[in-house]
């Protein structure tokens, strides 16, 4: 579904990214791990087309399109979702007209006939319970006045309203505490298809043991220094990111 | 990668048409020969044009304001204009039976059918051509009644001791220089008179359009809503794509006595000049109401997307105990444009209250400049005031302005205000992009947004216009 072969990228003058490979396949659930400034937002932001990095290198593949040569909405509209790790307020536009204009513009990017707001009443009824909320929420504006904790069950509640094929999630567990870390998590895995895919970018393992992960990477100096299975988030939890970095230094 | 916001190309303004009519036009030039001129062919009564020639011989010492409005513009050459011009028909304008075809087409194409069956359910229309009005819509059913609503010049034929009893009673002919360049050379506009205890069954609008070339517009609109009367008027502006800018110096009146509520909504679309700056509108305007009787209310609403500048400040005095005054406006300036708009809320009576709400949009190289005075006066005990007043800028060459003036002289009035500056970030694009909206339409959703307080208080039918003319003109501001 995703393959992300030698790329690089930076960030003004600085280069964060420094070749970067993975490949994600569909029906899998990936980590990306590693310490503060290691990279991971950037490569999330630089897979959504981030504006404010350039790409320097190597190539992204998805679903065998060329990626990088997508505008942004495109791209959402291909079914790649980022849940930010950082929503934007969008003052005096409700929630529900955001999400049902999101909901159609990548509806009718699909050729499919946008939905009203009667039947978009119904999906949302039933998506709302995914991340247990009550209608209340969808006449806020847009993370206006929400709370940390509130805007990262409205990225979830839009991931599970736009059913994204490729689903990036920007440390979406930092400033959660343990219920509403238990609800996104329960939301995201619910959403788990055969078909579909999720790269979960966090800096601590305790999500992890929510969102079981098939493959963990860790990144450091804007490279992947050492990928496995679930077990290595364990590891780095127990012994910290430096040993992985005396490892990579000592090869 | 890098998509900065930045440069923008004005968007083909839709309304830039001409219509091609043979016009009958006064002479160049300004004198009492051209007032006694424009006065005669409106066959109008001895005292109304000894008021314009007052009203003329104290313009003659008034100068053109530069100093304090935060605009940019080279003196106007008065003698150089005309001051009236009116489609030459064979019938007499007025009645809308037998309107020449050209001008019922030019407002087929402006979105404004002129025969009462096409029309907007509920919305009666005057519509004014350069000098004169074209016809009235709905005027027989409104006239069962009691309401008033025909042209400015009907009503002084009329009704003239009404139009005489509140001409000037709001703003005086001496109030400002292009007040008084209005009450000199004033053509047409509409007159609306709602009486005691009557509440207006429909909206009411009037829909200016200047044509002729070098001749500007200088219409009058006065309404006067009785004792627990109430009325909800709009105004809707357009004008041809010309190279030379045109002159448009109108003047209002609100007049609301005991327990009456106006409502006066406009949405400005004024040619606004082309990507370099030349031609369009100046927008030169003074509109004011009087809340002169207790617990009346008046509310101005407006949407200023046009003009290549704009100069107004729609005001209330607030004289009535417990009488409210509002003001909620949206102006938006791109390419070149330059707006200093605003208001003023004058507290007389107790217990006055008044809201002011101010969202200016600045894009390309547009100069945005919010001006607001609120003055509570020794009598005013218990007056409040609340001002909103929010800047958003698009792109890095345009500009943001707020000029507050509060003067408060006494000490149990409450006034507060709240300002703020915001800049439509990348990051809310991205945001809105990465759920698949494309850049115009996410600026434009951002910038609904945060209109939002104001558009609500339109008409409905005038909140969707609104968004769209919004999404027009901002439409390109973003590289």
């Known amino acids: 579904m995703l393959e992300i072969r030698g790329l690089r990228a930076n960030a003004g003058d600085k280069e964060i990214l420094r070749g970067i490979d993975l490949t994600v396949r569909a029906g899998e659930v990936h980590a990306v791990m590693g310490p503060n400034g290691s990279g991971k937002s950037t490569l999330a932001q630089v897979i959504a087309g981030h504006p404010a990095y350039a790409v320097t290198g190597g190539e992204v593949l998805y679903e065998g399109r060329d990626l990088l040569d997508m505008e942004p909405e495109e791209r959402a509209q291909a079914g790649v979702f980022l849940a930010f790790q950082y929503p934007v307020e969008i003052p005096g536009i409700s929630n529900a007209y955001f999400l049902r204009a999101a909901y159609n513009e990548i509806r009718k990017a699909r050729g499919l006939e946008e939905v009203d707001s009667m039947d978009f009443l119904d999906l949302l009824e039933e998506k709302l319970r995914l991340v247990e909320w009550g209608p209340e929420i969808m006449s806020r504006a847009v993370n206006s006045g929400f709370s940390g904790g509130e805007k990262k069950r409205n990225e979830i509640l839009q991931m599970a309203i736009l059913e994204p094929k490729l689903a990036i999630l920007d440390e979406t567990d930092s400033g959660l505490d343990i219920d509403a870390l238990r609800i996104v998590a329960g939301g995201v895995n619910a959403l788990r298809r055969p078909n579909n895919a999720t790269v979960v970018v966090t800096h601590y393992q305790r999500l992890l043991n929510y969102i079981v992960p098939d493959r963990v990477h860790v990144l450091s100096g804007g490279r992947i220094v050492k990928s496995g299975g679930k077990e290595l988030a364990l590891q780095l939890e127990e012994r910290g990111y430096e040993w992985i970095e005396e490892e990579v230094a000592a090869s | ?87 030459k028909t064979k019938m007499p304008l007025g009645s809308l039976d037998d309107v020449d075809p050209k001008l019922l087409e030019t407002y087929q194409k402006l979105g404004i059918p002129l025969s009462e069956q096409k029309l907007l359910a509920g919305v009666a229309v005057d519509a004014i051509f350069d000098s004169v009005s074209v016809g009235t819509t709905y005027k027989a059913k409104l006239a069962e009644v009691g309401i008033i609503f025909c042209s400015f010049g009907e009503a002084v034929r009329e009704h003239p001791d009404l139009v005489r009893k509140y001409l000037g009673s709001v703003v ?36 200016f359009r200047i044509n002729a070339a070098e001749t500007g517009q200088f219409e009058r609109t006065l309404i006067v809503a009785e004792e627990g009367a109430s009325v909800s008027y709009l105004e809707g502006c357009t004008a041809p794509r010309r190279d030379e800018n045109q002159l448009h110096a109108a003047v209002v009146e609100l007049v609301a006595l005991e327990g009456a509520t106006i409502k006066y909504s406009t949405v400005q679309n004024w040619y606004a000049g082309d990507a370099e700056g030349r031609g369009g509108i100046y927008n030169f ?44 406006s949206v102006a938006v300036v791109n390419g070149k444009q330059q707006a200093d708009t605003g208001t003023k809320m004058i507290h007389m009576g107790k217990n006055t209250r008044s809201t002011i709400v101010s969202k200016g949009i600045s894009a390309g190289q547009g100069q945005n400049s919010y001006r607001g005075l609120v003055k509570v006066l020794p009598k005013a005990a218990g007056a409040r005031n609340y001002t909103q007043c929010d800047s958003m800028l698009i792109g890095n060459r345009c500009g943001a302005h707020t000029f507050p003036y509060i003067e408060v002289q006494n000490s149990t009035a409450a006034v507060e205000h709240e300002a703020s500056t915001s800049k439509i970030g990348e990051d809310q694009i991205f945001y809105l992009k990465q759920r698949g909206l494309n850049t115009e339409n996410a600026i434009s959703m951002i910038v ?32």
Not at chain 2, 182 to 192: C, H, Q, R, T, Y
Request: with cysteine; net charge neutral; charged share 20%.
């Open chain 2, 172 to 207: 005086p002919a001496s109030d400002n220089f292009f007040a008084a360049l209005n009450a000199a050379v004033f053509s047409d506009g509409s007159f609306v008179f709602v009486p005691r205890g009557v509440q207006c069954p429909m909206e009411l609008s009037t829909y």
């Open chain 2, 285 to 328: 305007v003074t509109k004011r109401g009087k809340c002169a009787g207790a617990n009346s209310k008046i509310s101005w609403t407006q949407v200023e997307t046009g003009s290549a500048i704009t100069w107004k400040y729609p005001s209330v005095i607030l004289q009535g105990d417990n009488s409210v005054g509002e003001f909620y």
């Open chain 2, 448 to 479: 609904n947004g945060f209109c939002k307080e104001v558009f609500k208080e339109l008409p409905m039918e005038f909140a969707v216009e609104a968004q769209k003319l919004l999404g027009v003109t901002l439409e390109g501001s973003v590289g």
């Open chain 2, 1 to 87: 990668m890098s998509s900065p916001v930045e440069t923008l190309v004005n968007k083909e303004y839709k309304y830039g048409f001409v219509t091609d009519i043979e016009s009958d036009v006064a002479p160049r030039g300004l004198n009492e020969d051209i007032i006694r001129l424009i006065s005669a062919k409106k066959t109008e009564p001895e005292w109304l044009l000894k008021w314009r020639l007052k009203a003329f011989r104290g313009w003659l010492k008034m100068t053109e304001p530069h100093s304090w409005p935060n605009i940019r513009y080279n003196p106007i050459d008065y003698q150089s204009l005309r001051y009236y011009a009116a489609p």
